[in-house]
């Protein structure tokens, strides 16, 4: 009987050390913001044949691509619309949020330009407080985006791409206590701005999405989880 | 029982009458016509006396998402309101121009007024938006003696909101360009503030804020460099 108990003693104790072990895995969520979505059709794309398309078509395609790729790969995800519907931008901000997430990606598309554009919030960094006004939350966390959308950049150019690095000011970023990057991506130009694939082209969207995926699981790396 | 040489002259000046009236009506819509053709020949813009100045313009490029400063020749009037405006005119006519780097449709035409403000602190503007405070009555709003740091409300018309492209890239390079030009050229501009058809407005054209204020200094970018 004492033996009996003892050994159910160590097996709690071996039971609570793996789990505190295996905490840290669990805490990686990505968080996918699809911008736009329902009444919000956000702009509107002419696809190569001509055809008018809104926006929140191809930011809910490379949201849903993308959640495949990093389910595959064992990464948490959350995601603010799964169909075409709407969702408020305090409401995007405040799922981020709720999930303690790793990263925040909002997902934009756009007919100009060429290749992806990344953002991070243009706010001026700040001290982390315990409680920060809901329009500047993302300052403290500035420095984090800036470092993701490096790695971001990294792998994208490493596949391939056309990549341009910038500063914004949108709400729902302006908003998130996470590292978080604005990704718009915008048809791949050829020279004299001829599109070479389309937003359209399943192909691209892979490409973007495959790349972006290699890039979390490096920032998964770098952040100290397996 | 009537004559009928009566009913006959009565008939007679009835068709007169009616024949009479719409030759009228004629004459009055060919007199209105001419009222308005003469309007429409009227001259809508003052005579550019103001002589060239050299104006710099931080010209956006979608290409590669970067601000190239562009140094222009334009008449500038001296009144800072009026300048800052026709910079900006200057600005959205090249981004108007067939081939543009940066093509918003629109020009000159599409900012209505630009209202130069002192400065509130960076932590109210770049807080609430709290507005300046007011200033005495009768006080002239673009005070030629102010020195210190000021702000720039910029009034859109509706129509460039409207018709400008939609994206994070374009809207923000478009802003950006604004602010940076404006810092170029009054650099006592610190801040800038956006209005559409003298009304806030959430976004641009469905991303970028314009409910916030801008700080002109951080949209100056190094040459050629993104901001």
């Given at each position: 009987?004492?033996?009996?108990?003892?050994?159910?003693?160590?097996?709690?104790?071996?039971?609570?050390?793996?789990?505190?072990?295996?905490?840290?895995?669990?805490?990686?969520?990505?968080?996918?913001?699809?911008?736009?979505?329902?009444?919000?059709?956000?702009?509107?794309?002419?696809?190569?044949?001509?055809?008018?398309?809104?926006?929140?078509?191809?930011?809910?395609?490379?949201?849903?691509?993308?959640?495949?790729?990093?389910?595959?790969?064992?990464?948490?995800?959350?995601?603010?619309?799964?169909?075409?519907?709407?969702?408020?931008?305090?409401?995007?901000?405040?799922?981020?949020?709720?999930?303690?997430?790793?990263?925040?990606?909002?997902?934009?598309?756009?007919?100009?330009?060429?290749?992806?554009?990344?953002?991070?919030?243009?706010?001026?960094?700040?001290?982390?407080?315990?409680?920060?006004?809901?329009?500047?939350?993302?300052?403290?966390?500035?420095?984090?985006?800036?470092?993701?959308?490096?790695?971001?950049?990294?792998?994208?150019?490493?596949?391939?791409?056309?990549?341009?690095?910038?500063?914004?000011?949108?709400?729902?970023?302006?908003?998130?206590?996470?590292?978080?990057?604005?990704?718009?991506?915008?048809?791949?130009?050829?020279?004299?701005?001829?599109?070479?694939?389309?937003?359209?082209?399943?192909?691209?969207?892979?490409?973007?999405?495959?790349?972006?995926?290699?890039?979390?699981?490096?920032?998964?790396?770098?952040?100290?989880?397996? | 029982?009537?004559?009928?040489?009566?009913?006959?002259?009565?008939?007679?000046?009835?068709?007169?009458?009616?024949?009479?009236?719409?030759?009228?009506?004629?004459?009055?819509?060919?007199?209105?016509?001419?009222?308005?053709?003469?309007?429409?020949?009227?001259?809508?813009?003052?005579?550019?006396?103001?002589?060239?100045?050299?104006?710099?313009?931080?010209?956006?490029?979608?290409?590669?998402?970067?601000?190239?400063?562009?140094?222009?020749?334009?008449?500038?009037?001296?009144?800072?309101?009026?300048?800052?405006?026709?910079?900006?005119?200057?600005?959205?006519?090249?981004?108007?121009?067939?081939?543009?780097?940066?093509?918003?449709?629109?020009?000159?035409?599409?900012?209505?007024?630009?209202?130069?403000?002192?400065?509130?602190?960076?932590?109210?503007?770049?807080?609430?938006?709290?507005?300046?405070?007011?200033?005495?009555?009768?006080?002239?709003?673009?005070?030629?003696?102010?020195?210190?740091?000021?702000?720039?409300?910029?009034?859109?018309?509706?129509?460039?909101?409207?018709?400008?492209?939609?994206?994070?890239?374009?809207?923000?390079?478009?802003?950006y360009s604004i602010c940076g030009t404006l810092h170029a050229n009054l650099p006592r501009v610190t801040q800038v503030r956006f209005m559409v058809d003298g009304q806030p407005r959430a976004t641009l054209a469905g991303h970028a804020d314009l409910t916030r204020t801008y700080l002109a200094a951080e949209a100056v970018p190094s040459e050629g460099a993104h901001p």
């Amino acid at each position: 009987m004492r033996w009996t108990s003892l050994a159910l003693a160590a097996l709690v104790i071996a039971a609570g050390q793996l789990a505190a072990q295996q905490a840290p895995l669990a805490r990686f969520v990505v968080v996918l913001d699809a911008a736009h979505g329902g009444d919000d059709l956000g702009g509107r794309i002419k696809d190569q044949a001509g055809r008018d398309q809104a926006e929140k078509t191809f930011t809910l395609a490379l949201s849903v691509r993308l959640r495949s790729l990093l389910a595959a790969r064992g990464i948490q995800v959350v995601t603010t619309r799964e169909s075409d519907t709407t969702v408020d931008a305090n409401r995007r901000a405040e799922l981020a949020n709720h999930a303690n997430a790793a990263v925040c990606l909002s997902l934009h598309a756009s007919e100009s330009g060429s290749g992806v554009h990344l953002f991070a919030s243009s706010l001026a960094p700040a001290q982390p407080a315990r409680f920060a006004p809901w329009k500047t939350a993302q300052a403290a966390w500035v420095e984090r985006s800036l470092a993701l959308a490096g790695v971001l950049n990294s792998a994208l150019l490493h596949a391939g791409m056309t990549v341009s690095l910038g500063r914004t000011a949108l709400p729902v970023v302006d908003s998130m206590t996470c590292p978080a990057v604005a990704v718009e991506i915008a048809p791949e130009r050829g020279p004299g701005k001829a599109v070479k694939s389309g937003l359209e082209d399943p192909a691209y969207q892979a490409r973007v999405a495959e790349a972006l995926a290699a890039a979390l699981l490096e920032w998964r790396t770098e952040a100290g989880q397996p | 029982m009537i004559p009928r040489y009566q009913s006959i002259l009565f008939v007679v000046l009835l068709a007169a009458s009616v024949v009479m009236s719409v030759v009228l009506w004629q004459l009055r819509d060919r007199a209105h016509q001419r009222l308005v053709a003469g309007e429409d020949s009227a001259p809508t813009q003052a005579p550019e006396v103001a002589p060239a100045e050299q104006a710099t313009l931080l010209v956006a490029n979608d290409g590669d998402g970067s601000l190239l400063a562009q140094v222009q020749s334009l008449p500038l009037p001296q009144d800072a309101g009026s300048r800052a405006r026709a910079v900006l005119g200057k600005l959205l006519d090249l981004y108007a121009a067939p081939d543009a780097a940066h093509p918003v449709p629109g020009g000159a035409s599409s900012v209505a007024q630009v209202f130069l403000l002192p400065a509130p602190t960076l932590e109210a503007a770049s807080g609430s938006g709290a507005p300046a405070k007011p200033k005495a009555p009768g006080t002239p709003l673009a005070d030629s003696a102010q020195t210190g740091p000021e702000l720039a409300i910029v009034n859109l018309t509706g129509a460039f909101a409207a018709n400008h492209p939609s994206g994070l890239e374009t809207e923000m390079l478009t802003v950006y360009s604004i602010c940076g030009t404006l810092h170029a050229n009054l650099p006592r501009v610190t801040q800038v503030r956006f209005m559409v058809d003298g009304q806030p407005r959430a976004t641009l054209a469905g991303h970028a804020d314009l409910t916030r204020t801008y700080l002109a200094a951080e949209a100056v970018p190094s040459e050629g460099a993104h901001p």
